[in-house]
């Protein structure tokens, strides 16, 4: 059950670890594992439709499955984009990540905004 106000879902820990690394305030950080069920989906329409919910997935057909999914079952939710170049959270420069949740209000390090 996410604590705090603002919810990030994420696809993977490693997309997980990267997002954790450049923000400077509370997020649950929820990780899909890539794949989400009905039954996921639906039990996050309920604890999250309260909740600053942003959603922040790979640049590919599978982030973008994952997205259209989320779409419908949280449409309240923000949808950060990582630069295509990067296909991957993971991969996106620390820098970059930062660039994308500070334009959405995030709160992030601000050694990565330099």
């Not at 929820?30 to 039954?39: D, Y």
């Not at 820098?95 to 995030?106: G, K, M, P, T, W």
């Amino acid at each position: 059950m996410p604590e705090n106000e603002k919810v990030m879902i994420v696809e993977g820990k490693s997309d997980k670890q990267k997002v954790k690394h450049v923000i400077e305030e509370p997020v649950d950080i929820i990780c899909t594992n890539g794949t989400i069920s009905q039954a996921k989906l639906d039990e996050f329409a309920e604890t999250l439709f309260d909740k600053d919910v942003y959603i922040l997935v790979d640049a590919d057909e599978s982030g973008e499955k994952l997205r259209r999914q989320l779409m419908r079952e949280l449409p309240q939710a923000s949808h950060l984009y990582i630069d295509r170049v990067y296909k991957e959270v993971a991969s996106a420069p620390s820098q970059h990540v930062a660039e994308v949740l500070f334009r959405s209000n995030i709160r992030v390090y601000t050694k990565y905004l330099l």
